[in-house]
């Protein structure tokens, strides 16, 4: 984990409230289909103003630590957000110190390991601490690149 400077972002996206626990079962679960919506082909081509072709998880609103609940939105990255696509919301992500985790290889899994690591350093105590503010994930082709608030 190194820490870096993250730029301010703002995301436009779908929205929803849930935890880790509930995420760990089924029935519960509500990322895979917020990351199925997310990911279907061409559904943020109506987003004006996209700053790439990435796409984003900011995870924010924490309860507590990575025990509490949630939000998370997924979304694109975009200049502004004047005007908003029906049932998409729009969330700034303020700069500031992160700790940078790159998740690389097979996908999801490499994604579920770097989290099960950024646990284990909470867990543990590992210095920095984090901030459980506003965390972002940027899902790019190469894999993606964790940005957790210090």
């Known amino acids: 984990m190194n820490v870096t400077e993250r730029a301010e972002l703002t995301v436009v996206g779908w929205v929803v409230r849930t935890s880790n626990a509930d995420e760990m ?3 519960r679960a509500r990322l895979p289909a917020l990351w199925q919506r997310a990911g279907a ?3 943020f081509a109506h987003v004006p103003g996209r700053i790439d072709e990435n796409l984003y998880a900011v995870l924010t609103d924490y309860e507590s ?3 509490g609940a949630y939000t ?3 979304g694109v990255g975009v200049r502004t ?3 908003l696509p029906e049932g998409m919301v729009a969330v700034r992500v303020p700069a500031g110190p992160a700790l940078l985790v790159e998740a690389r290889g097979q996908l999801p899994q490499a ?3 770097a989290w099960q690591g950024v646990w ?3 867990e543990s105590g590992g ?3 984090r901030a459980f503010t506003t965390d972002v994930e940027v899902h790019h082709r190469d894999g993606v690149d964790l940005y957790l608030a210090i």
């Open 111 to 113: 994604l579920i390991e």
């Open 72 to 74: 998370q939105i997924v």
């Open 25 to 27: 079962d089924p029935a």
């Open 81 to 83: 957000a004047p005007r």
């Open 120 to 122: 284990k350093h909470t």
């Open 65 to 67: 630590d990575h025990n």
């Open 127 to 129: 210095v920095p601490p």
């Open 41 to 43: 082909p061409g559904v």
